[in-house]
C-alpha cells in the first residue's frame, strides 16, 4: 500500500542543522508533488514546503524560508529536508505528505519528531 | 497570502447533533478547499477535497459546501469516533494555508 515513513529526527542544540528523510513506497514516487508539513506540540498544522513532481518547482512557508531545503531523489524514493540555523520554535512532529493536486494531501506518514533546545 | 480563519476553536456536541464548522478565507479563490481530520495522537486524514467532494472511505455523514471565501464543514449524526480536531486548508498553490483547527468533544 502506498506509504511515507520519516527518519532523521532528534535532539539538537540552536542553530545547529538536522537532515530529515522521507522513504516512498507503494506508488509512482515521480508522479507526485510532495510535502513537508510540522505540528508543533500542542498545536495545528503548519505548511513547511513544497517540491513538485519533477524537482523544478520549490516553495516555502515565510518561518523557514531560507534555513531550510526542500529535495527529491527519485532513484531513491526518497524525499529530504535540510533544516539549517534551527531555532526552538522548530520543535515540532515533521510530517512527509503526498500532493495529489486536485485532490490535496492524500498519503501522510507517521511523522519524525524534532526537538531544538538548549 | 490568503488566510484561513476557523470557528469555532472547540465545541461540545451531543451524540447524534448535526456540528457545523466554518472556514473563511481572507480573500475569495477557486473551491480548493480541504478538510481533514485529526484524531487524538493520531496523524490527519483527508476528509474533503474540492471543498465538497468527500475522499475515498470517508463516511456519508460528513459533507462539505461553499465557495468564495466562505466554507462548511457538517457533520451529521455525530459518533463518538468523531470526536477529533478537524483543520480547513488551501491547496493548490503555494501557501498551502491551514486553519487553526477546530476541536469537536462529545458532551
Known amino acids: 500500500q502506498e506509504q511515507l515513513v520519516e527518519s532523521g529526527g532528534g535532539v539538537v542544540h540552536p542553530g545547529t542543522s538536522l537532515r530529515l528523510s522521507c522513504a516512498a513506497s507503494?506508488?509512482?514516487?515521480?508522479?507526485?508533488?510532495m510535502h513537508w508539513v510540522r505540528q508543533a506540540p500542542g498545536k495545528g498544522l503548519e505548511w513547511v514546503a513544497f517540491?513538485?513532481?519533477?524537482?523544478?518547482?520549490?516553495n516555502y512557508g515565510d518561518s523557514v524560508e531560507g534555513r531550510f531545503t526542500i529535495s527529491r531523489d527519485d532513484s531513491k524514493n526518497t524525499l529530504d529536508l535540510q533544516m539549517n540555523s534551527l531555532r526552538v520554535e522548530d520543535t515540532a512532529l515533521y510530517y512527509c505528505v503526498r500532493d495529489k493536486v486536485n485532490f490535496a494531501m492524500d498519503v501522510w506518514g507517521q511523522g519524525t519528531t524534532v526537538t531544538v533546545s538548549s | 497570502d490568503i488566510q484561513m480563519t476557523q470557528s469555532p476553536s472547540s465545541l461540545s456536541a451531543s451524540v447524534g447533533d448535526r456540528v457545523t464548522i466554518t472556514c473563511r478565507a481572507s480573500q475569495g479563490f477557486t473551491n480548493s478547499v480541504a478538510w481533514y481530520q485529526q484524531k487524538p495522537g493520531k496523524i490527519p486524514n483527508l476528509l474533503i477535497y474540492?471543498?465538497?467532494i468527500l475522499h475515498s472511505g470517508v463516511s456519508s455523514r460528513f459533507r462539505g459546501s461553499g465557495s468564495g471565501t466562505d466554507f462548511t464543514l457538517t457533520i451529521n449524526n455525530l459518533q463518538p469516533e468523531d470526536v477529533a480536531t478537524y483543520y480547513c486548508?488551501?491547496?493548490?498553490?503555494?501557501?498551502?494555508?491551514f486553519g487553526q483547527g477546530t476541536k469537536v468533544e462529545i458532551k
Open positions: 474540492a471543498a465538497s
Open positions: 507503494g506508488f509512482k514516487f515521480n508522479g507526485y508533488g
Open positions: 486548508q488551501k491547496y493548490k498553490s503555494a501557501p498551502w494555508t
Open positions: 517540491i513538485s513532481y519533477d524537482g523544478n518547482k520549490k
